[in-house]
């Protein structure tokens, strides 16, 4: 069954808050699982983490990691010091997540976030060869731990080396370990992908992991987005992973900087009418892209 999930920092405006709080939101909101930022679980006391785990298990509510390594911790940087670093951090990440249960760690697994290809590259190749270096490494160390690393593949503005599917696609079956997997995103899609369907039916096996969206970043169900042909396109391929919505719609704070949101997406931006919302799209991916 293709749980259906939302990322926690739809009601905040920090990356760093407390997340035990949102388990039993989502359960009551309908939603079957939570994604939380995976570099704050990194750092987390074992105690915290554990809590966390207890309290999603007890609700049956499936939990998810997602990540945007900072410049410091990059594992394509072209500096092998901040390259180690940045494999460093995610072995941690991947104990930390390998603790709570194990799952999917989804985002710039392979990279940082955001990115911009520096002034003086020719091309991707060199960033390319130092990240997937690092992922030969990371890979088959997750996959021993019980955790699956899912590149996501991100729009131009955000990110140079993996605009399209097959860019990654290629990227993954060079890697060629069953710990890395490819998340695609409809929000970035919607900017670089020809087609919805063809990108996911070319991606097949290798998706692991879909996060939803309208085309503004709001949650699926409030927009334009074309939801039969992608639900037409997982039913080909017979996804069964997770459809985890990830909305982004108040201004304010790291995050609000961070995806670039200059004005209120909503009239209303109280918690009350943020779960009402969420609430409202949860019925409606379980009716639109899993029934």
């Known amino acids: 069954m293709r749980r259906v999930g939302i990322f926690y920092a739809f009601w905040t405006h920090e990356w760093d808050v407390e997340f035990l709080p949102f388990v039993d939101k989502v359960a009551r909101l309908g939603f079957e699982q939570l994604e939380l930022n995976g570099g704050t679980v990194a750092l987390m006391k074992e105690a915290e983490r554990m809590a966390i785990a207890e309290a999603a298990a007890a609700k049956g509510i499936a939990l998810s990691y997602g990540i945007g390594l900072p410049a ?33 760690i989804g985002g710039t697994v392979h990279s940082t976030w955001p990115a911009k290809a520096p002034a003086d590259l020719a091309g991707k190749a060199a960033v390319r060869e130092r990240s997937l270096k690092s992922m030969r490494e990371l890979a088959p160390y997750a996959h021993d731990h019980g955790v699956l690393l899912n590149i996501e593949v991100l729009n131009r503005f955000e990110h140079f080396l993996f605009n399209v599917c097959d860019e990654a696609i290629a990227f993954v079956e060079e890697v060629g370990s069953p710990g ?30 879909l996060h939803i969206g309208e085309t503004n970043r709001r949650p699926p169900g409030e927009g334009r987005m074309p939801w039969q042909e992608i639900k037409a396109a997982l ?22 900087r961070d ?19 969420a609430a409202r799209s949860a019925a409606f991916v379980k009716r639109s892209l899993r029934d």
């Open 72 to 104: 410091a911790r990059d594992p394509s940087s072209l500096d092998e010091a901040v390259r180690k670093e940045g494999v460093r951090f995610m072995r941690a990440m991947i104990d930390a997540v390998a603790s709570m249960g194990g799952g999917m």
């Open 259 to 277: 995806i670039s949101v200059w004005r209120n997406l909503v009239d209303d931006s109280s918690e009350k009418a943020l779960d009402e919302m």
């Open 180 to 209: 890395l997997g490819i998340l695609l995103d409809t929000f970035h899609m919607n900017i670089e992908e020809d087609s919805f369907g063809e990108a996911i039916r070319k991606t097949g096996r290798h998706l692991s992991a």
């Open 235 to 256: 039913d080909d391929i017979g996804f069964d992973g997770p459809l985890v919505m990830e909305p982004f719609v108040m201004p304010g704070g790291q995050i609000g």
